[in-house]
C-alpha cells in the first residue's frame, strides 16, 4: 500500500469514527464518511468492503490498542501481583478517558454486527476480561483478600472503564491522575485490600 493509501486509511477511519460517535452508526452513510474525508463515495470500495467493516475495525483496534497497552504495561512491573493489578488498572482507567468516542461506539453499536464480526469482537472482550480476572485472582493469592466473586469483580473494573470515559474531560476539575488513581484505590477496596499510596 502506498504512503497515501495508508493516509487514506486512517482519514477514512478517523471521519467514520466521529460520525458513528456524533450521529450513529445507522445513521451515518458511506457517502457522508467519503465526503468528510474528501473523496468520492466509489473510491472507499478501493479501501474497505462496506460500512459494517470499518465499525468491525474501530472496535477491533480498540481491543488490541486496550490490549497492549495493558500487556505492556504489565512487562513494565517486576513487583507484586498488586502492584501488576494496579498497573493494569491505571492503564485500563487512562485509556478509557483518553477514549471516549471509540468506547461510546464500542458500547452502544455492537448490536450493528453481524454474526461473524460480532464474534470477533466479543472474542476480544473475552481475552481482555480474562487478563483482568487472573490478576484479580493473583492478587488474591498474594494478600489472602477475601474475593467475593472474581469474574463480578472484572466486570466492575470494565464498567468504571466505561465510566469515566462518559464524564472525563481533558481541561476539566480533576486530573487524570488524580481519576486514575482514585479509581485505583476504589478497586483495590472493592478486592478488600488496602492501598499502601
Given at each position: 500500500m502506498?504512503?497515501?493509501g ?10 467514520a469514527a ?14 457522508t464518511?467519503?465526503?468528510e474525508?474528501?473523496i468520492q463515495?466509489?473510491s472507499?470500495?478501493?479501501?474497505i468492503?462496506?460500512?459494517e ?8 483496534s480498540?481491543?488490541d490498542?486496550?490490549l497492549d497497552a ?16 494496579k ?5 485500563h482507567?487512562r485509556y478509557?478517558a483518553e477514549h471516549?468516542?471509540e468506547t ?6 455492537l448490536?450493528?454486527?453481524?454474526d461473524g464480526d ?5 472474542a ?10 487472573k ?8 494478600t489472602?483478600a ?20 462518559s464524564?472525563y ?12 488513581n482514585?479509581?485505583?484505590?476504589m478497586?483495590?477496596?472493592?478486592l478488600?485490600?488496602?492501598s499502601?499510596?
Amino acid at each position: 500500500m502506498t504512503r497515501g493509501g495508508a493516509r487514506t486509511n486512517v482519514a477514512i477511519r478517523e471521519a467514520a469514527a466521529s460520525l458513528f460517535y456524533e450521529h450513529g452508526y445507522e445513521a451515518t452513510s458511506l457517502r457522508t464518511v467519503a465526503s468528510e474525508v474528501g473523496i468520492q463515495v466509489g473510491s472507499l470500495y478501493n479501501h474497505i468492503s462496506g460500512k459494517e467493516e470499518l465499525l468491525t475495525d474501530i472496535m477491533v483496534s480498540v481491543m488490541d490498542e486496550l490490549l497492549d497497552a495493558v500487556n505492556q504495561a504489565l512487562v513494565g512491573v517486576d513487583g507484586s501481583a498488586l502492584d501488576r493489578f494496579k498497573a493494569a488498572v491505571d492503564c485500563h482507567i487512562r485509556y478509557h478517558a483518553e477514549h471516549a468516542r471509540e468506547t461510546f461506539i464500542g458500547n452502544t453499536e455492537l448490536r450493528a454486527l453481524s454474526d461473524g464480526d460480532l464474534e470477533l469482537v466479543l472474542a476480544k472482550r473475552a481475552e481482555y476480561e480474562r487478563l483482568l480476572q487472573k490478576l484479580i485472582k493473583d492478587v488474591a493469592k498474594e494478600t489472602g483478600a477475601d474475593i467475593l466473586d472474581a469474574k463480578l469483580q472484572t466486570y466492575s473494573i470494565l464498567a468504571q472503564g466505561a465510566h469515566v470515559s462518559s464524564w472525563y474531560k481533558p481541561g476539566g476539575p480533576k486530573s487524570l491522575d488524580k481519576v486514575v488513581n482514585t479509581y485505583i484505590k476504589m478497586a483495590l477496596r472493592q478486592l478488600g485490600v488496602e492501598s499502601d499510596s
